[in-house]
């Protein structure tokens, strides 16, 4: 069943390709790009981390990374911000590195691992569940508004990739989230049905979505999950382009990651039988509702997925601001320190959460 659905995957994905994508080589192995300052493992020396936990709304807990500034004001409630790291990764991916950068500017930053993924509680592990996901960030914003040290009235959040659509979704029904901000952002339902482009038919989607069925069938009956999707493990002559970006994150010394007692090999890949929920998730219908709540929209301009990002933007309410990074790609803006501007989320964040 996997074997088929990935060539499905494939088809999209190569479809999607366009001039502003970088062509990697075809070796099987790649040595980690490590240029414009990438650091995803960055520690800061002017925070501190505390692990903490929480239970969302359906009793599951929920564990994050609380970061306070070493000089954080104890006569003062300060203003707090959510992170939600890329579909499938954990908080030690990329939402980390947002966490301490902008803890370091004096905000409480808190990155969590998504429910079913990371330490997070969950099962099946690694299942596609979108009104849970979103419901983590609210789940979030009960743990931060609760502490005696934030004003919970300068909650914002942000989402990164994939949880770029979750935390819209969760901001359309919690008005505690005062400011709403997105980076290389992925609609994980569009890109479903769709994929890049609009490059899957309707047929190849209803064939993914047999297939999934088809395995439920299967594992109703006790047999292994199934996995679908998420980056590859190993590069061939035929990877397309974009897949190559996110093996060079995921894949390698860069950005890889495995939580602890996790299988190496499911790190990125939810299931097969719940990741056609992503199908009926469309997390931009309403998206004018959060207004007048600001919104600010981070993409690459060369960037495979900036069209979601234009997307939220076209159909968002007032204020909001699309903001294009020059020559950066989609997986650049996950850890590359000299292409992510900080500088735009410090502002943004310092502006609205006043």
């Not at 190569?14 to 990438?38: H, K, P, Y």
């Not at 300060?78 to 803890?103: C, H, N, R, T, W």
């Not at 935390?167 to 952002?185: E, G, N, Q």
């Not at 009926?280 to 997925?305: K, V, W």
Request: glycine residues 6%; charged residues 20%; contains cysteine.
């Amino acid at each position: 069943m996997q074997i088929n659905l990935q060539k499905l995957r494939h088809i999209a994905l190569t479809a999607a390709i366009t001039a502003t994508v970088s062509l990697f080589s075809s070796a099987s192995v790649m040595a980690a790009d490590m240029s414009n300052g990438a650091n995803n493992f960055y520690q800061s020396n002017q925070i501190i981390i505390k692990k903490v936990s929480f239970k969302n709304q359906y009793g599951m807990k929920i564990v994050g990374n609380l970061v306070l500034p070493k000089n954080l004001s104890k006569n003062t409630k300060s203003s707090a911000i959510i992170i939600g790291s890329p579909m499938g990764a954990v908080k030690e991916q990329s939402s980390m590195l947002y966490a301490q950068k902008l803890a370091e500017q004096g905000f409480v930053t808190l990155a969590i691992d998504q429910s079913f993924w990371g330490e997070s509680e969950g099962s099946p592990r690694n299942a596609v569940a979108p009104d849970i996901y979103a419901e983590a960030f609210s789940a979030a914003v009960d743990y931060l508004g609760t502490r005696n040290f934030i004003n919970p009235e300068k909650i914002g959040v942000l989402g990164i990739c994939g949880s770029g659509s979750f935390v819209i979704s969760a901001a359309k029904i919690d008005p505690r989230m005062k400011a709403i901000a997105t980076v290389s952002m992925y609609d994980m339902g569009a890109a479903n049905r769709n994929a890049l482009n609009h490059s899957l038919s309707i047929e190849q989607r209803k064939q993914i979505i047999a297939e999934a069925a088809a395995q439920r069938y299967k594992e109703f009956e006790r047999q292994k999950p199934a996995y679908t999707s998420g980056t590859v493990h190993k590069l061939t002559a035929d990877t397309p382009a974009i897949q190559r970006e996110f093996y060079d994150f995921y894949r390698t010394p860069r950005g890889e990651f495995t939580p602890k007692g996790a299988d190496p090999l499911g790190t990125t890949h939810p299931t097969l039988t719940s990741n056609v929920k992503f199908m009926n998730f469309y997390p931009f219908n309403d998206i004018e509702t959060i207004s007048p709540r600001p919104m600010l929209f981070i993409t690459g301009d060369q960037a495979h997925s900036k069209e979601f990002s234009e997307d939220a933007y076209k159909h968002a309410g007032e204020p909001k601001e699309l903001y294009y990074v020059k020559g950066a790609g989609h997986v650049d803006l996950y850890d590359r320190v000299n292409l992510i501007p900080f500088d735009k989320l410090t502002s943004f964040f310092k502006n609205n959460l006043k």
